[in-house]
């Protein structure tokens, strides 16, 4: 999964993609009637999320407000889900029928349907419960409205699902970690002039936190000479633990200089609680290539030619 503690723009984001504060939530959701709203307690008010810190083992409670503005009683369904990083970049909330693992297993509503009145609310409480071994770390789901009766064959349900996040961090040791995996070289250009790499890898999430990666890449010939560094590159999306996001960055004029060398940078972006961005320590990688098939042999025979003129000249002088 693949730019979110999470930062406000990000948080935005997150928002449209969960359906938080009133929007659709899930791919291709019909128009909904209603909108869902965290409950006003000792949390807080006006909250746009919701936010825990549980060591395991321990439990909270809250609630969700659903309004209905509409002139006909409303049915809903309540439930919980995970989340995961969407091809987007962008999180989301999988679909009803997944199997929960974390969040969407811990958090209970306390009825799994809600009829609101015409022009009236309802609050659904609902408990987060930690099991003893819940392994630390962060995690990400959310408590999601679709019309009860529904069908949910795609995630969204006839009439839209809304949700709001549920952003949850385990007690224990914090441990955020990045890796980039299959990092790849390719070479595309004339032998007697620059032309274009591109340099691809997979960012994964190794650790327990969420995290985005600022990236930074260049390309440079054999003993690092000649370096050119791609262009700005946007950071990653905030990717959850276990998540992966695929980067492809072209590189432009670049000298074939027989074997290049691509660098990959990333460092690690962890966000707290009050939305401070903390870099961590850099994780760097290398890819190599030839610039074309042919450059190995080409070298070869340019070395034949010239032992074969030394050796000729050696003869004459014999």
């Known amino acids: ?10 948080a935005v984001a997150l928002l449209a993609a969960l359906g938080l504060a009133g929007a659709q939530a899930g791919p291709a959701a019909a128009d909904t009637s209603w909108t869902v709203r965290t409950a006003a307690n000792d949390f807080g008010s006006d909250r746009q ?10 439990q909270v409670t809250d609630g969700l407000v659903v309004d209905n503005p509409g002139t006909a009683p409303l049915r809903l369904a309540v439930y919980a889900a995970d989340a995961f990083t969407a091809g987007n970049g962008r999180l989301d909330l999988v679909a009803r029928e997944t199997k929960p693992a974390a969040v969407g297993a811990w958090v209970h509503p306390a009825r799994p349907e809600v009829t609101v ?16 071994d819940a392994a630390p770390g962060e995690y990400m789901g959310g408590i999601v409205t679709s019309l009860a009766g529904a069908g949910e064959a795609d995630g969204t349900g006839a009439g839209g699902r809304l949700g709001i996040r549920i952003r949850l961090r385990v007690g224990g040791a914090l441990k955020p970690g990045l890796s980039v995996e299959d990092p790849r070289v390719r070479y595309s250009g004339s032998p007697l002039g620059k032309g274009d790499a591109t340099v691809t890898y997979t960012i994964r999430n190794t650790g327990n936190a969420i995290l985005a990666a600022r990236q930074t890449v ?7 000479g000649s370096g050119v560094p791609a262009g700005r590159i946007g950071d990653s999306p905030q990717l959850l633990p276990g998540d992966t996001w695929k980067v492809s960055v072209p590189v432009h004029g670049v000298a074939p200089l027989l074997r290049l060398t691509g660098t990959i940078n990333l460092v690690p972006l962890l966000t707290d609680a ?5 870099p961590l320590a850099a994780v760097e990688t290398t890819a190599d290539t030839w610039t074309a098939p042919w ?9 034949c030619v010239v032992a074969a003129l030394v050796l000729r000249r050696r003869r004459r002088h014999s």
């Open 295 to 303: 450059a190995l042999p080409l070298l070869l025979a340019a070395l």
């Open 274 to 278: 009050s939305n401070s961005v903390a």
């Open 1 to 10: 999964m693949r730019t979110t503690m999470i930062c406000r723009a990000a």
């Open 218 to 224: 260049s390309v440079s010939g054999p003993f690092g």
């Open 117 to 132: 009145p015409p022009g009236g609310s309802a609050e659904v409480p609902f408990t987060v419960t930690l099991p003893q």
């Open 49 to 58: 999320n919701y936010g825990y810190t549980i060591d395991p083992g321990g």
